[in-house]
């Protein structure tokens, strides 16, 4: 069966509890840039958290250049190797690669060009997280957050070319409703292993009876037809928690 997440602090892994969520998502590279003191007193708050955190979004900072020679360069290699060790910690099993401006295409710069540093980046982070137990998933963005990897067939195309098991590719609601992608793309189930959802057009936690239900009906629709049996992580914005969790729980835990 499918299971229910939300994107949020480990403060918030109660109430994400208390209204039947399964696993909380975690920001990567708020945990990879933590000191040694920092993150002992964090790792101790998500090993009694009372769900697990299975996966995390925001895999670099966006101060990192990709489609560079940084992308498989000595800092690269060293924050990479920080972050898998705390994620696999953590009880990580999937992190998300949509860091849009890490991956940000420099002006004069071709968008093969582009493909082929994201590529190399891949390639080596992939063997980095396997080693850790760990799959990374490719996020594709909305244009107007980065100017590369817009489409679930962009993300697909790229994990090909990448061709580890480790890599894989994501699937967000919201940003596929922006660029009016195709759900058809899900139908086959080639290399999807993490998706995101939110309400279209506000990018709020999806409610009972929102303006997104037909979009969510249709999105679970396919991932179900393609046999997909992983998460479905909430990224979106809620000025209350705990007011919004339970709905929120309501209105997906009916279509899984």
Not at 49 to 67: D, H, K, Q, T, Y
Not at 94 to 106: L, T
Not at 160 to 176: E, I, K, Q, S
Not at 223 to 232: D, F, I, P, Q, T
């Amino acid at each position: 069966m499918i299971r229910l997440g939300v994107c949020t602090g480990i403060e918030n892994a109660e109430i994400a509890k208390n209204a039947g969520f399964d696993y909380i998502e975690l920001n990567c590279a708020n945990v990879a840039q933590m000191t040694e003191a920092d993150f002992s007193a964090y790792l101790a708050k998500v090993q009694a958290s009372p769900i697990p955190a299975e996966s995390m979004n925001c895999m670099l900072p966006g101060g990192f250049v990709l489609c560079s020679a940084q992308g498989t360069g000595g800092e690269i290699k060293e924050y990479l190797a920080t972050a898998f060790d705390r994620a696999a910690q953590l009880g990580i099993r999937v992190i998300v690669f949509g860091s849009g401006g890490a991956r940000r295409v420099p002006d004069g710069m071709t968008q093969e060009e582009a493909y082929d540093y994201l590529e190399a980046y891949l390639k080596l982070a992939a063997p980095m997280a396997a080693a850790k137990g760990i799959r990374i998933a490719i996020e594709p963005l909305r244009a107007a957050e980065c100017n590369i990897l817009n489409y679930v067939e962009e993300a697909q195309m790229l994990a090909a070319r990448v061709a580890d098991p480790a890599v894989g590719a994501l699937a967000d609601m919201y940003h596929m409703a922006e660029g009016q992608d195709s759900m058809d793309r899900l139908d086959n189930g080639i290399g999807v292993i993490h998706t995101h959802i939110a309400c279209p057009g506000s990018r709020a936690w999806p409610q009972e009876g929102d303006a997104g239900l037909a979009m969510y009906r249709d999105f679970f629709d396919h991932l179900k037809n393609a046999g997909y049996e992983g998460r479905v992580s909430i990224e979106g914005g809620t000025s209350d928690i705990a007011a919004d969790a339970p709905g929120a729980f309501r209105a997906l835990d009916a279509l899984r």
